[in-house]
């Protein structure tokens, strides 16, 4: 079946293309994939979108709550049924927003070191008596699996809010982003095996917005001053946590491809360059195309093995 990559998706088209979720999968499924791709173009859509109630109402969600609009902190899409709670996060639509974020320095907490913009989005809204972490205790109570998934930005704050629930006892059972960022240290595998390994990141060729901030957009002394560790030395973002899905300039799921480097994917003189580049990446940056691309391969896919959970 031909797949137009670049066809916005409809709800009559996901609709055709969503299968039962299987909340309580103990391995990486492609139908799980398309169907949290499906919840990331989700929580772009506003509270009185068709979009939701048409789409997951069928498959027993019918509990859909959506968070306040708030540019300044976390959006975010809640669906729960009677066995599991999926929480959906918003990114951001503008490519140029991401200029903003490309030199930052890292926040130091006591989970880790996390990229300061996005741990403090999460923070906002992410408090005791908060909708979103509300709901997340009651879910994990009531004995429901609770997958965390999002696009762009809103794959990052998945995996910052698969932290947090970790900190705070309450189990993932997985994480699924699409052209997520990055976000935190190479210690994190160490830190968070258990997260790490229920962690899955789709991360398509000629998308740039994975591999920012990479270090060499930094000038050294700046690096030095705002990425240092405790011993003195730099610390760059780490791009290789989970597990990586690949997809090549022709949406290809290609198994095993290597970790792309962020450092190379940047000319040094990056202040002329990275605003072309960035606004050349959207078409491969967009959420449409991933779950065009997650369909697509939905063979391929079923063959990797990525588990058990």
């Known amino acids: 079946m031909n797949v137009d990559l670049k066809s916005p998706v409809t709800p009559q088209l996901a609709k055709r293309r969503l299968t039962p979720f299987q909340s309580a999968a103990r391995r990486f499924t492609p139908e799980n994939a398309i169907f949290l791709s499906a919840a990331a173009i989700g929580a772009y859509k506003k509270s009185e979108d068709e979009w939701n109630e048409q789409l997951f109402p069928a498959h027993g969600f019918t509990n859909i709550n959506y968070s306040a609009p708030n540019k300044k902190s976390a959006e975010f899409l809640l669906l729960e049924s009677r066995y599991a709670l999926i929480v959906a996060f918003k990114g951001t639509k503008e490519v140029r927003d991401w200029i903003t974020n490309i030199v930052t320095r890292f926040r130091e907490t006591s989970p880790g070191r996390f990229h300061y913009g996005f741990w403090d989005s999460l923070g906002s809204v992410w408090k005791k008596r908060d909708k979103l972490s509300a709901t997340i205790e009651h879910a994990h109570r009531s004995g429901k699996h609770i997958w965390l998934t999002g696009h762009s930005l809103g794959g990052a704050l998945a995996v910052l809010a698969g932290v947090r629930c970790h900190q705070q006892g309450i189990p993932i059972k997985s994480v699924h982003t699409f052209g997520q960022p990055l976000v935190t240290t190479k210690d994190f595998p160490t830190r968070y095996p258990t997260l790490n390994e229920r962690i899955v990141r789709f991360q398509a060729a000629r998308d740039l917005v994975p591999l920012i901030p990479p270090r060499g957009l930094v000038?050294?002394?700046?690096?030095?001053?705002?990425?240092?560790?405790?011993?003195?030395?730099?610390?760059?973002?780490?791009?290789?946590?989970?597990?990586?899905?690949?997809?090549?300039?022709?949406?290809?799921?290609?198994?095993?491809?290597?970790?792309?480097?962020?450092?190379?994917?940047?000319?040094?003189?990056?202040?002329?360059?990275?605003?072309?580049?960035?606004?050349?990446?959207?078409?491969?940056?967009?959420?449409?195309?991933?779950?065009?691309?997650?369909?697509?391969?939905?063979r391929k896919l079923n063959d990797l093995q990525i588990g058990p959970w």
């Not at 003189?269 to 997650?294: E, F, G, N």
């Open 219 to 298: 000038k050294p002394r700046t690096n030095f001053r705002k990425g240092r560790n405790r011993t003195g030395h730099y610390e760059s973002y780490y791009p290789g946590i989970g597990t990586m899905i690949y997809l090549d300039a022709s949406g290809d799921c290609i198994p095993g491809a290597p970790e792309r480097s962020p450092e190379k994917a940047f000319k040094k003189d990056w202040k002329q360059s990275i605003l072309a580049k960035l606004t050349h990446t959207v078409p491969y940056h967009a959420m449409d195309r991933y779950h065009h691309c997650a369909f697509k391969n939905r």
